[in-house]
């Protein structure tokens, strides 16, 4: 099942990508349309980098506490996930990168981690390697 959902996104993410980049320059220009891309691009490194201090600065003032940080990992999985997202050039990637990394909208993602998290573990699917 997962195998086939990469395949899918892979091949539907740039045509998907390429039909926005299309739609894009028909109804802005081609120049604008490529000095937006750049600009979410630069807008989003910006805001993964101010996001990503944050996060790390609540889990490392819980791990101080000694609390377990999960809810601030989880969110620094968003973070990471959000910029690789703005990495890509494309608009829908672009805004689902930029979902992911504001905070309000972050929480969604987050619950949806925890919920793939949750059934893994039901099922036996999760698994944890570590090195001594």
Same mark, same amino acid.
């Given at each position: ?21 299309? %739609? $894009? &320059?028909?109804? /802005?220009? @081609?120049? =604008? ?11 989003? *490194? ?33 973070? %990471? $996930? &959000?910029?690789? /997202?703005? @990495?890509? =050039? ?11 990394? *504001? ?30």
């Amino acid at each position: 099942m997962v195998k086939w959902v990469l395949i899918v996104l892979l091949v539907a993410l740039p045509v998907l990508e390429i039909w926005g980049l299309i %739609l $894009a &320059g028909r109804h /802005l220009g @081609a120049f =604008p349309a490529a000095l937006l891309l750049v600009f979410t691009s630069v807008l989003g *490194v910006y805001l993964a980098k101010r996001e990503w201090t944050k996060v790390w600065h609540a889990a490392k003032i819980q791990w101080q506490r000694g609390e377990m940080p999960a809810a601030a990992v989880l969110d620094g999985l968003c973070v %990471l $996930a &959000g910029g690789l /997202l703005l @990495a890509v =050039p494309g608009f829908f990637t672009d805004i689902v990168g930029l979902l992911m990394i *504001v905070p309000p909208m972050r929480v969604w993602f987050r619950r949806g981690l925890m919920l793939l998290i949750r059934r893994a573990i039901e099922r036996g699917r999760f698994r944890i390697w570590y090195r001594r």
